[in-house]
């Protein structure tokens, strides 16, 4: 899972606002919403091992209703 050193790599990209995707140095990826290069709004968080996040996101934080989708299948919805 990410730490927030892997979200706090998304800040040192090029400041990004509105949906677009950033693949992380460490295999991860986001795609969606971000504002001033954090997630923000909807998106979907890609661990490189094939396990999901996606849901809503405030200033880089997970927050409200997402989904897990674990690489074995499982699935965990918060």
Known sequence: MSTPSD???LKKEQSKRGNGAVQ???GDSFEG???DSRPHGTGVYMWK???TYSGDWLGGMKHGR???VY???DLYEV
């Open 66 to 68: 997402g989904r897990y």
């Open 71 to 73: 690489s074995n299948g």
């Open 24 to 26: 992380l140095a460490n």
């Open 7 to 9: 979200l706090d790599e």
């Open 33 to 35: 919403d971000m504002l």
């Open 49 to 51: 091992d094939g396990s």
